[in-house]
Nanobody, 123 residues
Framework: QVQLVESGGGLVQAGGSLRLSCAVS??????YGWFRQAPGKEREFVAG????????YHADSVKGRFAISRDNAKNTVYLQMNVLKPEDTAVYYC??????????????????WGQGTQVTVSS
């Protein structure tokens, strides 16, 4: 049974940092991604990474501030978030894709999802 379990969310002041983790169990996937959804907005792509962890892709809105990484031994995907802004406030979701690429920015291209973790950035 496939499970994706996120952790690491919380409340942080603007300019601060958080690291999200996504523990994957059940199987390996071709690519992994992080998405986020703010209240009243559509779910948006944040970052993607290959199974090997060698290749990554970040949305322009987070480039230079966020970094996706992967620990194959632990089958865990991370999202290091630095210089957080109030507009980064959202529920963050980990996702796994069997067929996509790191440029798969549509949520429809991911078959498995975690339950989400709340990130709140205060000004």
């Amino acid at each position: 049974q496939v499970q994706l379990v996120e952790s690491g969310g919380g409340l942080v002041q603007a300019g601060g940092s958080l690291r999200l983790s996504c523990a994957v169990s059940g199987r390996m996937f071709k690519n992994y991604g992080w998405f986020r959804q703010a209240p009243g907005k559509e779910r948006e792509f944040v970052a993607g990474i290959t199974r090997s962890g060698v290749s990554t892709y970040h949305a322009d809105s987070v480039k230079g501030r966020f970094a996706i990484s992967r620990d194959n031994a632990k089958n865990t995907v991370y999202l290091q978030m630095n210089v957080l802004k109030p507009e980064d406030t959202a529920v963050y979701y980990c996702a796994a894709s069997m067929y996509g690429t790191i440029y798969s920015v549509s949520s429809a291209q991911y078959e498995y999802w975690g339950q989400g973790t709340q990130v709140t950035v205060s000004s």
